[in-house]
């Protein structure tokens, strides 16, 4: 996360994982990312928009979160 003007920054970001039982089967997924993050005293508030690389999917996804991270 880059501070541009204390509690607000943004962030850039790749993603790259999956969830599956057979290795040999599924492949790994990756997407990229940009987001805003705003500093409170119960933790940041995170805001972001994020497309997958490797589908022919055109979705776009929004993720937010807001607390502490564990």
Do not use: M, Y
């Not at 987001?35 to 508030?45: L, S, Y």
């Not at 589908?55 to 929004?62: G, N």
């Amino acid at each position: 996360v880059k501070t541009i003007k204390k509690p607000f920054g943004v962030l850039a970001f790749v993603d790259a994982g999956n969830a599956f039982r057979n290795f040999t089967v599924d492949e790994i997924e990756v997407g990229t990312g940009v987001g805003v993050e705003w500093q409170t005293r119960f933790g940041p508030v995170k805001c972001a928009i994020a497309k997958p690389l490797n589908k022919d999917s055109e979705a776009w996804r929004i993720h937010a979160s807001f607390g502490p991270e564990i």
